[in-house]
């Protein structure tokens, strides 16, 4: 009554107040209005000023649902309790303000450009955010880290995706500190996951049996000392759900700060598709999910998928076909739904198994002008001795090794987030023809 007074102060005299104050303790009650809901009927609006406090936004919350909220209006108290305080501390011109100042209901998944006008403005001023290097020029230029999208990797079985893939993160965790967890039950026993990541990060084997390239202890203790701070395996003990990944995933958001999420592969994840639910709708209710996840948590999703294996008289001349959306197991449905596709693959394997030659291409990029140019890129070979992959001779763990070793350090300049994927460094003509048919 004492609120419904001062607005009367103020000069507002269209005010009710509800019959009982509001509770954090069961279920609001809002019986009473069962017998006036028709006073309300043909309102325009109706302003909602309850307490500034939590039982206040609660029975503010449901007082919006009863009445509707394309309807409703909430005040602002600023510091004060409520409309009584509020005339006390500032006058009754003020009170008057407060509803005159009176805002919308903002409804969930409806938005306008006010909601982002700020992050606009300083993108404006500042550059958007574009996609992180992956500290290999020839890599950038095809495709870079940006958060909030889904990674689709594909490629045949054996080739090298989910190394490649993990040496990317492991290179993106040097560079630029950023954690990864990642859901790969192909790759346990985690022993075994890894040492062949500290092999990576070393340069050398931490087996005894290849005697010529042991690691010392030290450099084996710095590697698990580095992979340890940087790489979380998630392997829940329940069930291999996507929702059980994404709640051990969602704590090492809040824990570790991780970035990065990797799932290798799909046909590890136990789905639950609906009865009678074909598989290409289901693959789109599940990669649906992953973005809303990348989007919700900050993160770059990769997922893993494999390719058909070509059948005998599918093959261009003894060799597998490049990988494609449309080949992988499950239907193209995935590259539909996926940010960015993205395929390793080893054109001389089916004729040569010893011939590591590699290639990696950026099949489909969704934000060409933040992220990178669809290409190929090739003259990628694996050197099994120092388990890595050379880019036309060059590996950035070849700098790693250096700084490691204080011999050198990372510059700023290897660290740059580029401004625009043809400006990340120098091209030659035949991507100049490519980014020449660009759209923008």
Not at 150 to 162: F, I, Q, R
Not at 222 to 247: A, S
Not at 264 to 272: A, G, I, K, R, S
Not at 330 to 335: D, L, S, V
Request: include cysteine.
């Amino acid at each position: 009554e004492f609120d419904v007074l001062a607005f009367a102060v103020a000069g507002v005299t269209n005010v009710v107040s509800v019959p009982n104050g509001f509770n954090l303790q069961g279920n609001i009650n809002l019986d009473y209005l069962d017998n006036y809901l028709e006073y309300f009927d043909n309102k325009e609006y109706i302003i909602i000023a309850v307490d500034n406090d939590a039982a206040g936004k609660a029975g503010e919350k449901e007082l919006i649902r009863r009445f509707g909220a394309e309807r409703c209006k909430t005040v602002n108290f600023g510091d004060c309790k409520d409309a009584n305080d509020y005339l006390i501390k500032y006058g009754k011109e003020s009170l008057a303000n407060v509803i005159k100042l009176a805002k919308d209901i903002k409804i969930d998944g409806v938005y306008e450009l006010n909601d982002v006008r700020q992050s606009m403005l300083d993108g404006y001023h500042n550059g958007q955010k574009r996609g992180e290097t992956t500290g290999v020029p020839e890599i950038d230029k095809a495709w870079t880290w940006k958060d909030g999208e889904v990674n689709l990797w594909t490629g045949y079985n054996n080739e090298g995706k989910s190394l490649f893939l993990n040496q990317l993160c492991l290179i993106r965790a040097i560079i630029q500190g950023v954690k990864v967890a990642i859901f790969s039950p192909e790759n346990f026993p985690i022993n075994e996951f890894y040492n062949d990541l500290i092999e990576t990060y070393i340069g050398k084997s931490c087996d005894p049996f290849y005697s010529n390239n042991y690691m010392s202890e030290a450099e084996f203790k710095e590697g698990m000392d580095f992979i340890n701070e940087h790489f979380f395996v998630i392997y829940p003990d329940k069930d291999f759900q996507i929702e059980t990944i994404f709640e051990k995933t969602k704590y090492l958001v809040k824990k570790k700060g991780i970035r990065t999420l990797v799932i290798d592969p799909y046909n590890m994840v136990e789905h639950l598709m609906k009865g009678g639910e074909r598989e290409d709708l289901y693959i789109s209710r599940f990669m649906t999910k992953l973005k809303r996840f990348a989007l919700e948590n900050s993160l770059s999703v990769n997922l893993v998928a494999h390719q058909n294996t070509p059948k005998a008289n599918d093959k261009d001349g003894g060799r597998y076909y490049m990988p494609v959306g449309n080949n992988i197991k499950g239907g193209g449905t995935f590259g539909d739904k996926t940010d960015n596709l993205l395929s390793v693959w080893r054109p001389n394997k089916s004729l040569d198994f010893s011939d590591s030659e590699t290639a990696f291409i950026s099949q489909k990029i969704k934000k060409q002008k933040l992220v990178g140019i669809p290409q190929k890129v090739g003259e990628i070979v694996f050197n099994i001795k120092d388990q890595r992959y050379y880019f036309d001779g060059f590996s950035p763990f070849t700098l790693f090794d250096k700084i490691r070793n204080g011999t050198d350090k990372i510059t700023e300049e290897q660290k740059v987030i580029h401004k625009t994927p043809q400006e990340a460094f120098e091209i030659d003509n035949t991507q100049e023809e490519i980014f020449n048919e660009c759209p923008f």
